[in-house]
């Protein structure tokens, strides 16, 4: 057994305190539970007319005076980020790709390309289309495999105040144990996104992320490997997400994001078979966000963990939606390609907004949309169902 | 690398569906080569997720200006001409490794098939600038769709073929290669993948007695390069620029893959230029794009 983990703090991150809110009193449980963030709401509303004062006071003028809002949030395992807003993997890179126009050290977090214990070339091409308000990829998880990733950027990352977390894929637990155990207490490497998801490589990923029994057993066994943060990406490929996603959190994931791509497919232009050179791809985008709130809200109310949100984040009011849908952080992906620069943006928009709203962390605004009573709505039934 | 706000000067469209953009971008007209390429953020509205890739078609250092030639076929491009002048885009680039031109090289013949003489346009200022001689196949379908030779320099050979024979050479423009390839020195070319392949395959197997090869056998032959690196592209006889779908542009997300002999290649970063025998062309073969 390793004798001793080292904590992961990064830079000048607070300790998770509970906000201005005078609300729970400070616990040593290591992760923020969805019932203590939803107890913080009885904070003043905003708009509200007493809240006027501030807002008058404190308008964002020209000059950069950004009041100091607390940002940091403790995805558990002591996997502390300066802020919410993440890179989603896949659409970053290694984090170095566009180290020219970013400053990817105020990053939240990056979650670096899919990584397979084995190099892999992907799928054929083409591999990319646009789509309505989205684009469709099938990528097939090419990558150098997990020896030559941590080779070439390890070391980098090490020198990052970005903490960088490692998105694993695999074909079997077998694979998922291997690639965590030579991440496991390498510099430079913050964390685990555990891949269960991808729809777009025939054998393996996906199988896990759609079976209750495949995904907890994936999720325990990597857990017994690593004592690294794991997060497991769970799939909207699902009828309903939330035995699944309670599964995962009972076999010791510290927190889960939600959703990978959304399987889908376009055809050629002049409609002689399908576009893409492994015929499905996955669908990412603006188009997806609706099935990814949805997704956020039912998991919020079934789990304790910290949920990261993905999908379609193009501006604050996507942040906020999944904020009160019970996220704690957010992860932007297909964004990026049209506006690098726009999660930095993100990150100063979320710190005026709660600015404005006179909140000393952003913390209050999670989870503000979720019901009062949790699983009222599935208790009877009514919702709707694909 | 860098993200700029160019500014639209002149719109105009040259040929039937084709236009020609001028912009003023002071940063990327002083660091743009040939072959390489920007990629331009499209208008938010009607939910484009994606930025368009254009290949810079001419770049001025001295007055700060940089032109894409580009044919409307779907609602980016769409967008890009109903632009004004005063319009600002938002551009990322220079990208892309572009042609590398043999400094023994002479004689440069560049084959382009229609709009890709996008690809080749600054090639030629390049050459023209560097005291070399250059010939210009250019093919297209017919005599509506021929680029004018008011756009290029008078220095240039300028050679038409079209499909139809209604002007020029009565076919494909790769016909003509073999009129000219005992001339050059080196071969450039950008057009339709068939195209691309049947030079490709004109080469293939014969790249020892073509080209800057053959000078390098008189002096006694140059140092084994190996395959795929930068220095063995410089040698080729035959550099092709290649097209494929794009996400990020800049060799994060993976998308813009060609197949290469070495496996997978991103058309982004370790091209769009590519020497002719680093591309499994079998492979390749089902490649398009699809209008957007």
């Not at chain 2, 007209?29 to 890739?53: C, E, I, K, N, Y």
């Not at chain 2, 769709?145 to 139809?164: F, G, I, R, W």
């Not at chain 2, 390098?216 to 063995?232: D, E, L, T, Y």
Request: aromatic share 6%; net charge positive; proline share 8%.
């Amino acid at each position: 057994m390793r004798a001793k983990k080292r904590v992961v703090t990064y830079g000048k991150a607070t300790p998770p305190s509970r906000g201005a809110s005078g609300g729970p009193a400070p616990s040593t449980r290591r992760t923020p539970t969805v019932r203590t963030i939803r107890s913080a709401i009885v904070e003043p509303r905003p708009g509200s007319p007493q809240r006027q004062p501030p807002t008058a006071v404190a308008p964002p003028v020209a000059g950069r005076t950004r009041p100091a809002v607390d940002l940091s949030i403790d995805l558990g395992r002591g996997l502390v980020l300066r802020n919410p807003i993440l890179v989603a993997s896949g659409t970053f890179g290694y984090g170095v790709e566009y180290a020219d126009v970013v400053d990817v050290d105020r990053l939240g977090a990056i979650c670096c390309k899919g990584t397979t214990l084995r190099p892999r070339q992907g799928n054929r091409p083409p591999r990319v289309t646009e789509t309505p308000a989205g684009m469709l990829n099938s990528i097939g998880l090419q990558n150098p495999g997990v020896d030559a990733v941590l080779d070439r950027y390890a070391t980098q990352w090490a020198g990052w105040h970005v903490p960088v977390i490692v998105n694993v894929a695999g074909e079997s637990i077998e694979d998922y144990v291997e690639v965590v155990q030579k991440l496991d207490l390498v510099p430079g490497i913050a964390g685990i996104e555990l891949n269960i998801s991808c729809p777009n490589v025939g054998k393996g990923g996906l199988q896990f992320a759609i079976d209750q029994e495949a995904a907890a057993a994936v999720t325990r066994a990597v857990r017994r490997a690593t004592e690294l943060p794991l997060i497991v990406k769970l799939s909207p490929n699902v009828a309903d997400i939330r035995p699944i996603a309670a599964a995962i959190a009972d076999a010791g994931a510290d927190a889960l994001s939600a959703v990978n791509t959304l399987s889908g497919m376009a055809l050629r232009a002049d409609r002689t078979g399908p576009f893409l050179g492994n015929t499905y791809g996955g669908l990412s985008g603006p188009a997806i966000k609706p099935v990814a709130l949805r997704i956020v809200y039912e998991v919020a109310q079934v789990v304790g963990i910290p949920i990261v949100a993905i999908g379609g984040v193009t501006g604050l009011d996507d942040v906020l939606d999944y904020l009160a849908a019970g996220a704690v952080a957010v992860q932007v992906g297909t964004a990026i390609f049209a506006d690098p620069t726009l999660p930095i943006r993100l990150i100063d928009q979320l710190a005026d907004e709660c600015g404005r709203r006179g909140l000393a962390s952003y913390r209050p605004l999670i989870g503000t949309a979720l019901p009062k009573r949790p699983n009222a709505a599935s208790a009877k039934g009514v919702e709707y169902r694909p | 690398m860098q993200l700029v706000d160019a500014e639209l000067q002149e719109s105009r469209q040259v040929l039937p569906g084709q236009w020609l953009q001028q912009y003023h971008a002071p940063a990327l007209a002083v660091s743009a080569r040939a072959g390489q390429f920007v990629h331009v953020r499209t208008g938010d509205w009607s939910g484009l997720v994606l930025r368009r890739p254009f290949t810079i078609n001419t770049a001025d250092p001295a007055t700060g200006a940089i032109s894409l030639h580009f044919r409307e076929v779907g609602r980016g491009t769409a967008w890009l001409t109903h632009l004004r002048p005063g319009d600002t885009v938002d551009m990322l680039g220079p990208l892309g490794q572009g042609f590398q031109v043999d400094p023994r090289s002479r004689h440069l013949l560049l084959v382009a098939g229609g709009l890709g003489i996008a690809d080749l346009r600054l090639l030629v200022d390049e050459a023209l600038r560097d005291g070399r001689q250059v010939v210009l196949l250019y093919g297209c379908r017919d005599a509506s769709e021929v680029y004018p030779s008011s756009l290029l320099p008078d220095e240039v050979e300028y050679v038409v073929a079209t499909d139809d024979g209604s002007v020029g050479h009565h076919g494909f423009v790769t016909d003509l290669v073999l009129d000219y390839e005992a001339w050059a020195d080196q071969a450039f070319a950008c057009g339709p993948l068939p195209m691309l392949r049947t030079l490709a395959g004109l080469v293939t197997g014969r790249k020892g007695r073509l080209g800057v090869a053959t000078l390098g056998r008189k002096r006694g032959g140059g140092r084994p390069v190996p395959p795929g690196s930068s220095a063995a592209r410089k040698k080729a006889f035959l550099q092709v620029a290649m097209e494929q779908t794009m996400g990020c542009a800049v060799g994060a997300c993976l998308g813009c893959v060609i197949w290469g002999v070495n496996g997978p290649q991103r058309v982004c970063r370790e091209g769009p230029v590519f020497a002719f025998d680093e591309i499994d062309w079998e492979a390749t073969a089902g490649v398009g794009t699809q209008a957007r």
